[in-house]
Structures are given as C-alpha cells and as structure tokens.
C-alpha cells in the first residue's frame, strides 16, 4: 500500500522558486500515474501537472512554462520545480497517486497531506 510525503513548501516573493518533493513508500496494484494537485482557500482542488512512466508530462495552462515536475522511479520520488511564482499560486499542494488495498479491487484516488506554498507581493 502506498503512502505519500510532500515537502518543500513554503512563503516566497514574487517571481521566487520553490521545489517541491514527493516520496512515495509502499505498494500499489494500480498503474502508475503520479500528478500534483492544489487548493486556494474558498476555491476547488485544481491540476497542476502530471507525469508518465515514460516522464512525459503535462501541465495546466495556469503554470505551464513555469513549473516542470519531474521523477526518480529507483528513488520513488517525484518533484514540482516551480519558478517564476505568482500570488495566485499560494495554495496548498497535493502530490496525487492511485492505489488499491488489495488485488483485484478498484484503484481509487490517493493524496498526501499536502505543503502550503505561499506567494507574497
């Protein structure tokens, strides 16, 4: 069963760089899918990025050209290098997985604790 670890938030200047981490532990029976989500406050859990076995990813329109993620599969790990920061991107991050508890039972979604990231004008 996986868990999930998110690290490397924190409270920035415009136009700074956070790198987020996401350390994945366990056992999963699901294909592998790895994203980042986040969450303003008053606002509705969004994407932000996603990333393939292969690393081919993608990214919402919102931070495209910004923020890259990127994996180490040996290392479980993924992160979110986030640059050129922006206030609307405070909000709380999400590192995202699928997961069963069991074999043959549905993969279901997954999520971390989250890390607060914190855009300052």
């Known amino acids: 069963q996986v868990e999930l670890v998110e690290s490397g938030g924190g409270s920035v200047h415009t136009g700074g760089s956070l790198r987020l981490s996401c350390a994945a532990s366990?056992?999963?029976?699901?294909?592998?899918?790895m994203r980042w989500y986040r969450q303003a406050p008053g606002k509705e859990r969004e994407f932000v990025s996603r990333?393939?076995?292969?690393?081919?990813?993608s990214y919402a329109d919102s931070v495209k050209g910004r923020f890259t993620m990127s994996q180490d599969i040996g290392k479980k790990m993924v992160w979110l290098q986030m640059n050129g920061l922006k206030p609307e991107d405070t909000a709380v991050y999400y590192c995202?997985?699928?997961?069963?508890?069991?074999?043959?039972?549905?993969?279901?979604?997954?999520w971390g604790n989250g890390t607060q990231v914190t855009v300052s004008s």
């Open positions: 995202k997985t699928v997961r069963a508890l069991e074999f043959g039972v549905p993969c279901v979604d997954y």
């Open positions: 366990g056992y999963t029976y699901c294909s592998y899918d």
């Open positions: 990333i393939d076995i292969d690393g081919t990813t």
